[in-house]
């Protein structure tokens, strides 16, 4: 979709296409591929630290996430991240930070908040570890990663019309 949405595959190798506005992918077990584009409202500024922050519930703390994020990267399952608009690994730079995000149940590895379920009054705030994945010439942010370190994450290059319907 053009807007903010969450992107949940199954059991079995899923590709997963980010669009416009900031998604969350969870791609569920498998050899997933997870595909980053450039987004025309891509943010360079700097976000989360280079250290976990002391626990707090205190909302002035809370990072935006300003890109999509890949919330259950297994690289032990095959999982690889497409580049896509002609970027090669050549082309980012990864940084490892932490981050404080909330509403923790719309960020959790195992899958998005059911929809029609109500939400309760346990709102928490979640202290997580994230790659961030960066275009190198223009410092934009193309995704985030929860809780992969740098050296564990694979590319490839997708090309644009492999990902047309996407």
Do not use: C, H, M
């Not at 899923?14 to 450039?38: H, K, N, P, Q, S």
């Not at 719309?106 to 908040?113: C, I, L, N, R, T």
């Amino acid at each position: 979709g053009k807007g903010s949405d969450n992107l949940v595959g199954e059991t079995g190798n899923d590709t997963l296409i980010g669009d416009a506005g900031i998604d969350r992918l969870w791609g569920g077990e498998g050899a997933d591929l997870f595909v980053l584009r450039r987004e025309a409202e891509a943010t360079s500024g700097e976000i989360g630290s280079e250290q976990p922050r002391p626990p707090s519930n205190f909302l002035g703390q809370v990072d935006q996430v300003p890109a999509d994020f890949i919330l259950d990267y297994n690289p032990t399952q095959g999982d690889v991240i497409g580049l896509a608009g002609g970027l090669t690994r050549n082309d980012i730079v990864l940084s490892e930070r932490f981050l404080t995000i909330g509403d923790a149940r719309d960020y959790d590895s195992s899958g998005p908040f059911p929809p029609g379920q109500p939400r309760t009054l346990d709102f928490r705030v979640l202290n997580t570890k994230a790659t961030v994945i960066r275009e190198a010439s223009t410092g934009n942010i193309l995704g985030l990663v929860k809780d992969v370190s740098p050296s564990q994450l694979q590319f490839i290059s997708v090309s644009d019309g492999a990902i047309a319907l996407g």
